[in-house]
């Protein structure tokens, strides 16, 4: 996926995601970044600040810099979704404490947390972990519970871009 950080300077240059994860990536650009500097990454799916974790040549690994959650955001209480949900249609891994995992279908998704089809019914309240495909697992917090689904609210949302490389990648594998 192909994106423009805009350093502290104010220079855009061109770089190539690679190797996303929920809360960063590594990107290749035509010039070297520095390490510890921070920057604006910008792709299709949003801009999101970074710093620039290492650096080796034309390749840097970035962390997305998020705010923490504050108390509200984690309060069982419902409040209004914070992020429009996209229509998925794809399988996840499901990882509940002293339990199995197991694959979980998920009908939609967005940046701050998804709704699954549950094997196995979870609490409110209760934490967990999701796991995509080529991404490592997010913990989430389950927010409601239907008849044979559930609502997970992410613990740190994930960055648009990555969310674009998951359709993506199932839009391929369809």
Known sequence: M??????QDGRKIPVVLLNLSYDGCAVESACALVEGSTLQLATRGGVVDAEVRWAS?????????????????????PTPRDAERM??????????F???CYAVPVPDFSVSGC???????PHVGETVFIRFDGLDS????VRWVGDRDCG??????????ILELMLQRHHKAA
């Open 2 to 7: 192909r994106g423009i950080a805009t350093l």
């Open 57 to 77: 040549g034309t390749q840097a690994g970035l962390h997305f810099r998020a705010e923490p959650l504050g108390p509200a955001r984690r309060s069982a209480e």
């Open 87 to 96: 229509s998925a249609g794809f399988t996840a891994r499901m990882k509940r």
């Open 98 to 100: 002293g339990r199995n």
């Open 115 to 121: 709704k699954v089809e549950f094997a196995d019914r």
């Open 138 to 141: 997010i913990e989430a917090t």
């Open 152 to 161: 997970l609210d992410f613990v740190c949302p994930i960055h648009p871009a």
